[in-house]
């Protein structure tokens, strides 16, 4: 009898071990899942209302490109890399709206080597401020950014009034109209146009990390 009830009682620890197991699995899969969806994504970035950290980069014309040598007017900055796909859709719309906002600096932060960003330059033919940058400048950890295209506004002073992934001139739009508003209101409702704006563009983004 007692060898019945040994072999039962194992059996039965076998089973509880299995099943924590697949609830520690299921909760990682769904946080992996939170973290790739668009109010994931919205949480990234620094939070609204940080200074921006300064940084000190090369563009494709051999000059600095330094957060605070744009003080006094409000900044665009926008991590991209060539390996993106929306990045490259995204570049001609963002032509066109620096156009239509002279008064905005506009700054392309390139996740790639030198080399890697003057070809994406020539390819896609940009003439915006286009700086890269190396995993070893830790650019992306210190704004806090794991997806291109993500993109900041910043106010005259260098502080952090809008973020969020940039697909099309008119997504850039809506955060444009929350810098003008100071970052008022409430940022669920903002987070929300955001998401409903940029969910299907988003999927691509994911799939092309920088």
Known sequence: METP????????WLIVLTLGILVLLLYR????????????VSRDGLEK????????LIDQYGNAQRLSAYRGRPVLLLFGSPHCSPCRTLMPQLHDWARSHPDVGVVWLNAASEDESLKFVSDLG?????????????LMDRYKVRVTP???????RGIVRAKGLANT??????????????GAGSDQGQDQDHEHEH?????QSIAQRA
């Not at 009830?5 to 039965?12: A, D, K």
């Open 5 to 12: 009830w040994l072999i039962s009682y194992i059996v039965l």
């Open 29 to 40: 899969q769904l946080g992996i899942m939170y973290l790739g969806s668009a109010e994931g």
């Open 49 to 56: 209302g940080t200074t921006a950290p300064d940084f000190n």
């Open 126 to 138: 940009a003439t915006l401020p286009v700086a890269p940058y190396t995993p070893e400048s830790k």
């Open 150 to 156: 993500f993109m900041f506004l910043l106010d005259e």
């Open 169 to 182: 001139k008119s997504g850039l739009d809506l955060y444009y109209k929350e810098l003008r508003s100071g």
């Open 199 to 203: 969910e299907h563009e988003h999927e």
